[in-house]
């Protein structure tokens, strides 16, 4: 009998992704996050936190598992796909899940059980809801000919796609 709307199919991918979190602290380095990308019934893409081991902040195991399914299928995208962690991602891997197009993510424990283990998913969450001028990371952002020599990278990026780009403000 599935839990609320997991799937039994579900359950045997989220437990895999708990799993890899435990092997994670027999791992030495390791933090305890896993995480998987499956794509037509098949993990394409496992991962681990390795963020001490690799000395790399990004490397979370959402990020792991995005990486290993690109290098395993050869594209960047996976429309296709659904993300299963062991956690509720932090911000930085749900923003990463949205970058890949991934339409489906399924978490064991969500950002409180997180925050009650000492991790600061919950805090950031908060953090980038504050305005800019409020927020711990101070941010400066250029002006003038600086400014103008930056949007004319992008101009120049947009102006070679092959249909027009739709503005995202």
Request: hydrophobic share 40%; with cysteine; glycine share 8%.
């Amino acid at each position: 009998m599935p839990d609320g709307p997991l799937s039994q199919t579900d359950l045997t991918y989220l437990r895999r992704a708990v799993d890899v979190s435990r092997h994670a602290l027999q791992d030495g380095g390791n933090t305890p996050f896993g995480a998987l990308v499956v794509v037509g019934g098949e993990i394409v893409g496992e991962g681990t936190s390795s963020v001490v081991r690799l000395s790399d902040p990004t490397a979370h195991a959402e990020v792991m598992a995005l990486r290993a399914s690109g290098q395993a299928l050869g594209r960047h995208l996976f429309e296709d796909g659904v993300m299963y962690a062991s956690s509720e991602p932090c911000p930085m891997c749900l923003v990463a899940c949205y970058w890949a197009r991934i339409p489906r993510l399924v978490y064991g424990a969500d950002s409180r059980d997180v925050a009650r283990h000492g991790f600061e998913d919950l805090q950031l969450y908060r953090e980038l809801t504050l305005p800019h001028d409020r927020r711990a990371l101070r941010e400066d952002g250029a002006d003038g000919a600086l400014k103008a020599d930056a949007v004319s990278v992008l101009k120049a990026w947009s102006d070679a796609l092959p249909e027009p780009v739709v503005p995202k403000l």
